[in-house]
């Protein structure tokens, strides 16, 4: 059963691959035989070659993916030096899962109603006084500063999380004593030493965050520059053209979207090889403490940086703001608050909503539960023969742009007969939601204790026996976490939903991103609030079960081990 359910794996979750790659590279030479093109030919590849502004829309992308990935990376180490080992470190940790619980286009949208000229931040600055006609604006101002703020400010806590099993691993306090005793000031320790040994563990994490900031389409429609858009914005309107000829121009933005990821990835991937192995003088040259470093030193006094707060605030600041504009009925400028509030919003979209909610947590389950299945299966597949999927290939749907991918996938269901579009959908979630599934619960099976099992095997139990009635206790609080994130990623989807599904099928997130531009900023609120509150109560859900199961089993337990001391001791049973 194992051997088929990882067979199963690599058809559902790896084999897209093959379709996706090929779908992007034949049209774009002008072969789609179903639409009439059978002569191939490089005119497409001539046609955005010209496309003016082109030039402009690269730059914007790579200025915003460099931008926020640098950022989002800096403030990471930043919080890290700062905070780890700290006493304020479990408060960041436990606010991570509610920040992460947020999808981009909820935080976009509310981002955007907080920084816009006329959004709550410049109320708050007009009634302190302050005059701010002519300020920036931070929503889709020409150089994408908004756009990269927003992406810095939201993959910050992702950064944050993915860093904590890399510092455990690293033994930091460890590594900080033999600093100190060496005469390292805690800041050059971090530097110089844990440094080189935690940014290359950090890789994947990287490499996911500059390659959304490349590819992403829903973000960058509310906040980006539209005049010319970010590069992947340009494909996906060249891929929405009615046109159906012009489909091998949108197949040569596609591959140019890709070409430039894995450019970015590779640059990435050198700059971290020349700093870190080749130019390795800043960090063999032993400590450099100034006068007055060396007496903070003395002194074990901290070095603060409290830029964490706005990682924080921000997020809080959003979901009360989007709750305001959905049951604002009259808000004028500068007020602070509205001045009437009304149900009529709700009330108006509600039956909009219902069906809106029940495909999105469908769609959610369903790609969910099966991610969890297959993501299980190989975890006992690699336990048992010492085989697993290669990292980079379950890497690959996380650091590659999703439109040049789904494009591809796209093109191939055309040679499918049959409208299959819930089918397509599902699909593609399933696709792009086991590898946060696989790797959320790789760590607590690479730290489960195998010995239980082989303990369980020599009493009797086979195999399933062994899964469900030992291991299953252990992991269950994992499982629940990790079915809360599957969740979350399934319900932020905007373009496989809207690729695969063809216009068809409709999500909470697809009419999001579509009423965020619109005119009335009460229906976009409302829309919005509620694709930020899902994901919150299915990780209220899953806590929820995670500590009941947690104290279940812990009651099981004790149950056990008294009726054991009472076979041993030999204590009668009163009738």
């Not at 708050?124 to 300020?135: D, M």
């Not at 691993?169 to 005469?183: D, H, P």
């Not at 609080?477 to 695969?500: C, E, F, H, R």
Request: proline letters at 6%.
């Amino acid at each position: 059963m194992i051997h088929l359910l990882f067979l199963l794996t690599l058809l559902l979750c790896v084999l897209p691959l093959i379709p996706g790659l090929l779908g992007i590279v034949i049209p774009a030479f002008s072969w789609l035989p179903q639409l009439g093109l059978s002569e191939p030919g490089v005119s497409a590849f001539v046609a955005v070659a010209q496309w003016p502004g082109l030039t402009e829309s690269m730059l914007l992308t790579l200025l915003s993916a460099f931008g926020s990935t640098s950022l989002a990376t800096l403030f990471c180490f930043l919080v890290l030096r700062r905070y780890w080992n700290k006493p304020g470190w479990q408060r960041i940790e436990h606010s991570l899962s509610p920040m992460l619980a947020m999808p981009h286009v909820a935080f976009a949208i509310g981002f955007a109603f907080t920084f816009a000229p006329t959004g709550w931040f410049f109320r708050v600055l007009e009634n302190i006084g302050l005059n701010t006609s002519g300020w920036f604006n931070l929503t889709q101002d020409q150089f994408g500063i908004g756009l990269l703020m927003a992406l810095a400010i939201k993959e910050t806590p992702f950064m944050l999380l993915m860093s904590i099993s890399v510092l455990q691993q690293i033994k930091v306090t460890r590594l900080q004593a033999i600093a100190s005793g060496l005469g390292y000031s805690e800041k050059e320790s971090w530097l110089k030493i844990i440094l080189p040994q935690w940014l290359p563990k950090m890789r994947l994490p990287i490499f996911a965050v500059l390659a959304y900031g490349i590819s992403v389409v829903d973000v960058a429609l509310i906040l980006g520059p539209s005049r010319p858009p970010t590069l992947s914005v340009l494909v996906w309107q060249w891929f929405n053209e009615p046109e159906l000829t012009l489909l091998p121009r949108a197949a040569v933005g596609a591959i140019l979207l890709l070409t430039i990821a894995l450019l970015a990835l590779g640059f990435i991937r050198f700059v971290e090889w020349f700093s870190l192995s080749y130019c390795r003088q800043w960090q063999i040259s032993g400590p450099k403490l100034t006068s007055a470093e060396t007496s903070l030193h003395t002194n074990n006094k901290r070095w603060h940086f409290p830029g964490y707060a706005t990682f924080v605030a921000v997020p809080l600041i959003v979901l009360p703001v989007l709750g305001l504009w959905s049951f604002a009925h009259r808000w004028r400028f500068p007020d602070l608050l509205p001045s009437r509030y009304s149900l009529r919003f709700w009330q108006q979209e509600s039956y909009s909503l219902i069906e809106l909610t029940t495909n999105s947590v469908t769609l959610a389950l369903i790609s969910s539960l099966l991610a969890l299945i297959l993501a299980v299966a190989c975890l006992e597949y690699r336990q048992k023969y010492q085989r697993s999927l290669p990292g980079w290939l379950i890497a690959i749907p996380m650091v590659l742009p999703q439109l040049s991918i789904l494009f591809g996938i796209q093109i191939s269901t055309y040679f499918v007969p049959g409208q299959w579009y819930w089918l397509w959908v599902a699909w593609s979630h399933l696709f792009f939601v086991f590898p946060y599934m696989y790797l959320s619960l790789d760590g607590p099976w690479r730290s489960y204790d195998i010995r239980l099992d082989q303990s369980a095997r020599s009493l009797g139990l086979n195999g399933w026996q062994t899964l469900w009635r030992v291991k299953r206790p252990i992991m269950l609080s994992s499982v629940w976490l990790a079915l809360a994130v599957g969740i979350s990623v399934s319900l932020a989807q905007y373009l496989p939903t809207q690729i695969l599904g063809a216009g068809r099928i409709s999500t909470v997130t697809t009419e999001a991103v579509a009423l965020a531009s619109g005119q009335d900023r009460r229906v976009s609120a409302v829309y919005g609030l509620l694709q930020g509150m899902l994901p919150f109560i299915f990780f209220i859900l899953a806590l929820t079960a995670s500590r009941y199961s947690s104290r279940f089993n812990r009651q099981e337990k004790q149950q056990r081990r008294h009726n054991t001391d009472d076979i041993i001791c030999g204590k009668p049973h009163l009738n």
